[in-house]
């Protein structure tokens, strides 16, 4: 889904996070290089949304089914506002 919203919007650069290997794959499968070939960077991160400290900046979090999955609410939302 950020996928489709990143090229809907013209997005330059897209971040994606998750901590499942399977779903990572899936998307170089199927979306990464329709999304390359339009221009989009895409920088992939194989981490636990509880543990991320990478110091990047974002105009847009968006999040499908997963902040009801977190056991750190806290730390999730303190890290989006660090990173918009």
Do not use: P
């Not at 994606?16 to 999304?35: F, M, P, Q, V, W």
């Amino acid at each position: 889904m950020s996928a489709i919203i990143a090229e809907y919007l013209g997005v330059q650069r897209l971040y994606l996070i998750d901590i499942d290997e399977g779903r990572l794959s899936y998307i170089h499968e199927t979306i990464a290089e329709k999304l390359k070939a339009a221009g989009v960077n895409i920088e992939v991160y194989n981490e636990d949304i509880c543990k991320l400290e990478k110091s990047i900046e974002v105009d847009l979090v968006t999040s499908f089914g997963v902040l009801e999955h977190v056991s750190c609410w806290d730390e999730v939302m303190e890290y989006i506002k660090k990173v918009l």
